[in-house]
């Protein structure tokens, strides 16, 4: 048994009776993939303790129907595998796309691959928190938003409690979850490990989530970012500025 996604260890994700509590979404693993887990475990704790446990051996007793697979990413590794990832299932995208994420500052690859997607008739839909924890990331958002709008993706956010929740649903058949968020912070400068995860009836689950937070939320126009007044737009824009570090 093992657990995933992207709760914290914090009175703030279980104490449901405070005020300020966040949303969030974790999995309970079975099978196989509770051995990539453990192997991912054991291999980040080795990195920061400089001592490494003998890896466990592969149990291969199935369980349940998903395929899965574990994706491991971090400054020990000179390449940028969770983004090169997400832009390759987003430009392989050909019924929708569903995202759910704290925070958003994407790379330029992944705007583009997003934007592509909308353009080449891809249902995209993105939610964010309207009440964010870092109101700086919060506001940088905003500058690359009409980006993604003026090329058909969608986006809405949903109202408090903050949701710390990272998931991802393409083409009713595909998802991802884990601990990656889509900025430069979680996909090049972090250690993040996310799941792949093969499996239409999870991918139905997440989908539903994440509509229902669509129906409770605001969609966000082109139009109302443009008739932002100018000194909330150079705030944005400063902000933005420093996304790489955000």
């Not at 007793?61 to 491991?72: K, N, Q, V």
């Not at 649903?169 to 979850?177: F, L």
């Not at 932002?228 to 420093?242: E, G, Q, T, V």
Request: some cysteine.
């Amino acid at each position: 048994t093992a657990f995933t996604g992207g709760m914290n260890i914090s009175d703030d994700n279980i104490a449901a009776g405070k005020t300020k509590y966040v949303q969030d979404v974790h999995f309970h693993c079975q099978g196989p993939i509770v051995d990539q887990l453990r192997r991912a475990f054991l291999l980040n704790w080795g990195f920061c303790t400089g001592k490494y446990s003998p890896l466990p051996p592969a149990s291969g007793l199935p369980a349940g129907e998903s395929h899965c697979r574990i994706i491991m990413d971090g400054p020990g590794s000179e390449a940028d595998v969770l983004n090169d990832i997400f832009c390759g299932v987003v430009n392989a995208a050909r019924q929708s796309v569903r995202i759910m994420t704290p925070y958003f500052l994407p790379t330029h690859g992944f705007m583009s691959a997003l934007r592509s997607a909308a353009q080449r008739g891809v249902d995209v839909k993105v939610v964010l928190p309207a009440k964010n924890n870092l109101f700086y990331v919060h506001w940088a958002q905003f500058r690359l938003l009409p980006t993604l709008l003026e090329a058909g993706v969608r986006v809405w956010y949903q109202p408090p409690p903050f949701a710390h929740t990272k998931l991802l649903a393409v083409d009713g058949y595909y998802c991802q979850i884990g601990s990656a968020n889509l900025d430069a912070r979680s996909l090049r400068l972090n250690f993040e490990m996310n799941m792949e995860v093969f499996n239409p009836d999870l991918h139905d689950q997440i989908t539903a989530h994440i509509d229902r937070a669509i129906i409770t939320g605001k969609e966000i126009t082109a139009s109302e970012l443009a008739a932002l007044p100018l000194l909330i737009k150079l705030r944005n824009a400063a902000c933005w500025i420093f996304s790489p570090y955000l």
